[in-house]
């Protein structure tokens, strides 16, 4: 048997993963850039709202769409402290200095992606999502052998994820135009960077390919 990353999504044994895509850091108002005047937003941000809202949250609604009528597991995690003081979040994210307190606005995930029913929503203190969550167990419990990435920051959260589902043995495929982060030369020496551990597809490749598959 050849051992390859590009393999087509089994829906059944599938899920889809949101990271970070929430009111703090993808929202105009949110605590990422509380500092920030409308005139330093426009500046500093300006390039990175334009794609995001133009381009990469629609693109994250419809596979966000698509997976759901294809039966397959949508997830997402969120930066956010078990705590109001953050005093459980990570070394890093302490130096770093932000916090995003339990149960806080800036800790949900933006309304045009919203969880619906059940879904899953893992608040995380850390970068990697599988350093500061139970996620594994619960991906394993849910029989999920391929991951699917879509999120916030390419070169950050998102990259951790990718390189850590696969030390863990997951087959991960990052959603190319679902990701961004605040700069296109940053995104793209991402996108870059971490071909080697992941298969990459656009929106349209996946929804294209999930719909051709029939569900369970």
Not at 5 to 22: G, H, M, T, Y
Not at 135 to 152: A, E, P, S, T
């Amino acid at each position: 048997m050849t051992l390859t990353r590009d393999l087509a999504l089994d829906p059944a044994v599938s899920a889809l993963l949101f990271i970070d895509v929430q009111n703090f850091s993808c929202h105009r108002e949110g605590g990422e850039f509380k500092h920030l005047s409308p005139q330093e937003l426009e500046q500093t941000c300006g390039w990175y709202f334009k794609e995001l809202e133009t381009s990469v949250v629609p693109n994250m609604q419809a596979v966000q769409a698509a997976c759901r009528e294809a039966g397959i597991e949508v997830l997402y995690t969120t930066i956010e402290s078990l705590t109001l003081d953050g005093r459980d979040r990570s070394l890093d994210y302490k130096i770093t200095g932000f916090n995003v307190p339990k149960g806080s606005w800036d800790g949900k995930v933006i309304d045009a992606i919203a969880p619906i029913g059940d879904e899953i929503n893992l608040p995380k203190g850390s970068s990697s999502v599988f350093i500061s969550t139970n996620i594994d167990y619960i991906l394993r419990n849910l029989g999920v052998k391929q991951l699917v990435l879509c999120g916030m920051l390419t070169d950050q959260c998102v990259e951790s994820a990718i390189r850590d589902a696969c030390d863990l043995g997951y087959l991960v495929t990052q959603v190319t135009d679902a990701c961004l982060t605040l700069t296109p030369e940053r995104h793209d020496q991402s996108i870059k960077t971490i071909k080697g551990y992941c298969r990459q597809i656009t929106s349209a490749q996946l929804i294209e390919e999930i719909g051709s598959k029939p569900t369970a």
